[in-house]
C-alpha cells in the first residue's frame, strides 16, 4: 500500500520552455503533498508543501511563480517549472503520506534537464 | 531556524562491519523523526521514532531517540554491500507533518 507515482520520470528541453510534473497518490487520498528538490550527491531540499483546494505553501528562498504548485484533487498534485533555465537542471521528487503523523511515501522522480 | 545534521556525511567500511550513523536536529513544533534510505531514485522508509529511548530493530537495522538531547541513531550490523545508499534522517514537524531532512550519510559498503 501507500503507492506514489511520479510522472515523467526524465524531460530534456530547450531553455524557455514550461515543464509539469504529476505526482499521483494511487491507493490513498492525499491532502498534503510535498515537493523536493535535490542536487547532485546532495540532500533533499523541501521546495514547497501542496495542499489540496488551497494555495501551495512555499518554503523560504523558492520562487512562487517560478515553481507553480496545483493540488486539484485528493490523488494529484502538479509542479510546473514555468520558463525552464539551465539552472532549474535537477532531481524533483514528490511525496505524501496517507494520514497524519505517518511516514512519507516518494515518487521516483523526475530527472530534469534544461538545455 | 530549522537545522538537522548528519555524521559522519561520507563512510566506507567493509562487509560484515558494525556503523552508527548519527543525526542531530534542531526544529520547532517537533513530531517525529524519521530514517530514510536512498539507493538511485526514491528514498525508502526505514523508521519512524516518536518516543525517547524505545529503540525500533527491523533485521540488521536499529534507531533509537533522544529527545532531550535531539538527536538520533541508526545502527547496521554486519553490514553488506546491499547496505551502500544515502541514509537520510528527517525531523517530521506539527506543521502540514512537513519532513526537513539533514545532508545524508553516503554509506559504502565494499567486498
Known amino acids: 500500500g501507500a503507492v506514489v507515482s511520479q510522472h515523467p520520470s526524465r524531460v530534456i528541453c530547450k531553455s524557455g520552455t514550461s515543464v509539469k510534473i504529476e505526482c499521483r497518490s494511487l491507493?490513498?487520498?492525499?491532502?498534503?503533498m510535498f515537493w523536493y528538490r535535490q542536487f547532485p550527491k546532495k540532500s533533499l531540499m523541501l521546495m514547497a508543501t501542496?495542499?489540496?483546494?488551497?494555495?501551495?505553501?512555499?518554503e523560504q528562498g523558492v520562487e512562487k511563480d517560478k515553481f507553480l504548485i496545483n493540488h486539484a484533487s485528493l490523488t494529484l498534485s502538479t509542479l510546473t517549472v514555468t520558463s525552464a533555465h539551465p539552472e532549474d537542471s535537477s532531481f524533483y521528487i514528490c511525496s505524501a503520506s496517507p494520514s497524519g503523523n505517518q511516514p512519507q511515501h516518494f515518487g521516483d522522480g523526475t530527472r530534469l534537464s534544461i538545455l | 531556524e530549522d537545522k538537522v545534521v548528519q555524521s559522519p556525511l561520507s563512510l566506507v567500511v567493509h562487509e560484515g562491519d558494525t556503523v552508527t550513523l548519527n543525526c542531530s536536529y534542531e526544529?520547532?513544533?517537533?513530531?517525529?523523526l524519521l530514517w530514510y534510505k536512498q539507493e538511485k531514485k526514491a528514498p525508502t522508509f526505514l523508521f519512524m521514532l516518536?518516543?525517547?529511548?524505545i529503540e525500533k530493530k527491523s533485521g540488521r537495522l536499529s534507531s533509537i531517540l533522544d529527545k532531550k538531547e535531539l538527536f538520533s541513531i541508526l545502527n547496521i550490523t554486519a553490514t553488506q554491500t546491499g547496505d551502500s545508499a544515502i541514509y537520510l534522517c528527517g525531523p517530521m514537524k506539527t506543521s502540514y507533518d512537513k519532513v526537513i531532512f539533514g545532508p545524508g550519510t553516503s554509506l559504502s559498503v565494499i567486498p
Open positions: 516518536t518516543s525517547s529511548g
Open positions: 526544529v520547532t513544533n517537533f513530531r517525529s
Open positions: 491507493d490513498f487520498q492525499a491532502t498534503t
Open positions: 501542496s495542499n489540496e483546494g488551497s494555495k501551495a505553501t512555499y
